[in-house]
């Protein structure tokens, strides 16, 4: 043993003892001797063993740095950013402007020739003072890229030059979208300012199918550039409205039943029915279904524009197709039988048509019934107005038995019993009532 441990031991043997436990600095472990070490005397494990164990109110405190946690959370936060905020994040949180691309920003500060723009870049845009039309510091305004560095950006209101033809060219090789002014149209198709240069829209390439070209002048559109090679550029939205409809069609479909009420607005109208729009979405209201009265043409029943309330009869989700009607969004006239229209009441209607065996009259729309022949002192002709007394009603089959007010008797030509509503305690007569005049021989 050393002449160090023996002194050590020495001092500690002679020290006098103490009253009061000496407050000690905790023991540390060596890993490698699997010693104990940091207090007054170097022992054994068995020694540290015995020290007293930690008190249950003292929580084991995590080794690892909070700044290094932090560091950790930051990159795993990187990692799951989207490629386009790390690039924005990356550049102070800005997204570097293109040429040619139309911004809006706020007016800060006006100098003698430039009124300075703040549009979210780390420097404020610049636009000459004379494009400023009147506006003031606050005012927001829109301008076309025409220049762009790291500490400036310069503005302009109208799109032209060399700066216009590298736009459009690069808007033609990207398929972006570019924002023009309808300021007429041709035979041809649209006429179309993009700042200041002109663009051709085919009609073909102008909407979608049926597109009023008239209605699009003086409207500013979106459109894609098909060839920017020429001095008038050829441009397109027929591609943008498709998409536009198609999402419109995907949000739809997925949701609609039948059963289901909307409000649409008639696009067009054909001799079997009218097309209407609900939110984009085109669905058929066949003629049968227009109204109660079957005889009116659709275009004597709706117009171009008119607003109509209707109910979905069915859906063909897969062939995107919509089957509508006009008819049940609105009271069914046979519901006013019964209260508008009694049996025994006389009416005043309108002769629908003619038969060989009477004529059909309107009492009311979608209320109408058969003037026999035998029951009238004279048919009358196609639309001609008469006087006709409501002698029976079929509920089940919709048909309604009429008569002449002056016919006598009021007989059904198929039954001498009293008409009375099928379904409604009585019928149109049995077989018992046809043969209860007649007399039956003896067998």
């Not at 063993?49 to 995590?62: G, H, L, R, S």
């Not at 609609?256 to 008639?266: C, I, M, N």
């Not at 089940?396 to 008797?409: A, I, N, V």
Request: glycine content about 12%; proline content about 5%.
């Amino acid at each position: 043993m050393s002449k160090r441990k023996i002194r050590l031991r020495k001092s500690q043997d002679e020290a006098p003892p103490s009253t009061e436990p000496a407050a000690t600095a905790a023991p540390a472990e060596s890993e490698e001797s699997g010693f104990v070490t940091g207090g007054p005397v170097v022992g054994f494990r068995a020694e540290r063993e015995a020290a007293p164990p930690v008190a249950p109110t003292e929580k084991a405190k995590d080794p690892t740095p909070s700044s290094v946690k932090s560091l950790e959370e930051e990159l795993l936060a990187i990692a799951r950013m989207d490629p386009s905020e790390l690039a924005r994040a990356m550049d102070g949180g800005t997204v570097r402007l293109k040429i040619g691309a139309k911004v809006r920003g706020r007016v800060t500060r006006l100098t003698k020739d430039f009124a300075f723009i703040d549009v979210g870049q780390k420097a404020e845009a610049t636009l000459d003072l004379r494009d400023l039309a009147g506006a003031g510091v606050g005012a927001t305004v829109e301008a076309f890229v025409m220049d762009v560095g790291d500490d400036y950006v310069r503005l302009s209101r109208t799109l032209r030059g060399s700066t216009a033809a590298a736009f459009l060219t690069e808007a033609e090789e990207t398929g972006l979208p570019v924002e023009g002014e309808v300021i007429g149209r041709n035979p041809g198709g649209l006429v179309v300012r993009i700042g200041t240069v002109r663009g051709f829209c085919p009609a073909s390439q102008a909407g979608g199918r049926g597109t009023d070209l008239d209605a699009l002048v003086g409207r500013t559109l979106q459109f894609q550039v098909t060839d920017a090679s020429g001095n008038e550029p050829v441009l397109s939205r027929r591609a943008l409205v498709e998409a536009d409809i198609q999402a419109r069609e995907d949000a739809f479909f997925g949701e609609v039943e039948p059963g289901q009420r909307h409000t649409a607005t008639v696009v067009s109208i054909q001799d079997f029915g009218a097309f209407v729009d609900i939110d984009g979405v085109q669905g058929l209201v066949h003629r049968s279904e227009l109204g109660w009265d079957r005889h009116l043409a659709p275009s004597q029943q709706v117009t171009v524009g008119q607003s109509l309330d209707v109910v979905v009869l069915d859906v063909d989700r897969v062939a995107r197709k919509l089957s509508l009607s006009a008819k049940d969004a609105s009271a069914s006239p046979w519901s006013r039988v019964g209260t508008d229209f009694v049996v025994g009441g006389v009416y005043e209607g309108t002769v629908a048509g003619v038969t060989e065996f009477g004529a059909f009259v309107q009492i009311a729309p979608g209320l109408q019934g058969l003037l026999h022949k035998s029951r009238t002192a004279s048919v009358p002709g196609s639309g001609q107005t008469v006087k006709v007394r409501l002698d029976g009603v079929d509920v089940e089959r919709k048909r309604l038995e009429l008569s002449s007010p002056e016919h006598e008797g009021g007989e059904s030509p198929r039954s001498a019993a009293p008409a009375a509503p099928r379904g409604q305690g009585g019928s149109f007569g049995t077989l018992g009532d046809l043969l209860g005049g007649l007399k039956l021989g003896d067998s």
